[in-house]
């Protein structure tokens, strides 16, 4: 559990959204699931997980614009004219580490969502 906490710390800030939207997902797959379980299966919601999961990729690749950006900035700030190129590892490490967030979290939704909105789809067509 630490070792996340750690990873999740060195993402940088853009991996608040990205933990935000993926509890958010989570939580209307998990409400969807009862409902359906229930015998109401209809696909109101579901676009919202569908959002998410178009929305959390982009997050990481903003990430990773970030940490890039954290990069050049390290380098450029050198003194003497001469690169570290020890500075540049946290941008990078940024931007992998929210890239690789952005689509295990999308990725964790989609396959659940897909399941729920064919469900739905042959609901409405039973209709």
Do not use: C, H
């Amino acid at each position: 559990m630490a070792k996340i906490v750690e990873l999740f710390a060195k993402g940088g800030p853009v991996m608040w959204p990205i933990l935000g939207l993926s509890v958010l997902g989570l939580a209307v797959l998990v409400w969807k699931a009862f409902e359906f379980r229930a015998g109401r299966r209809d696909a109101r919601g579901l676009v919202v997980v569908s959002t998410i999961i178009t929305a959390e990729p982009m997050l990481g690749i903003l990430g990773t614009v970030v940490g890039i950006m954290q990069t050049f900035g390290a380098l450029g700030a050198s003194e003497g004219g001469v690169a570290n190129p020890l500075a540049a590892t946290s941008g990078i490490g940024e931007a992998l580490i929210t890239t690789a967030a952005g689509l295990v979290a999308s990725l964790v939704l989609l396959f659940p969502y897909n399941v729920l909105d064919g469900m739905a789809e042959e609901g409405d067509r039973d209709r």
